[in-house]
Nanobody, 113 residues
């Protein structure tokens, strides 16, 4: 099982980024997926969740209306579109197979003016 995140970087407040997580080594379309984040000195927290078919999603209150999780089961990739980024969104973002111990290595998102 391998999860490889990409798309992080430096963005100004109010800006946008799209994170990608490429999955290999398992039947991607059979598994729910999640994005988590961990900021400096904070606990890792769930940001967004998507069911295996993409029919159900869930968001943390702090990102609701600004972030969108989606997936492409043909290309085995899950995405996190982040709009209207705030300083407090700065963190390392991780992709995870829901209800498993499989994590990606993370991608850094820095929000700074």
């Amino acid at each position: 099982v391998q999860l490889v995140e990409s798309g992080g970087g430096l963005v100004q407040p109010g800006g946008s980024l799209t994170l990608s997580c490429a999955a290999t080594g398992f039947t991607f379309s059979a598994y729910d997926m999640s994005w988590y984040r961990q900021g400096p000195g904070t606990e890792r927290e769930l940001v967004a969740y998507i069911s295996s078919t993409g029919s159900r999603t869930h968001y943390a209150d702090s990102v609701k209306g600004r972030f969108t999780i989606s997936r492409d089961n043909y290309n085995n990739t899950v995405y996190l579109r982040m709009n209207s980024l705030k300083l407090e969104d700065a963190a390392v973002y991780y992709c995870k197979i829901a209800r498993s111990l499989h994590w990606g290595q993370g991608t850094q998102v820095t929000v700074s003016s």
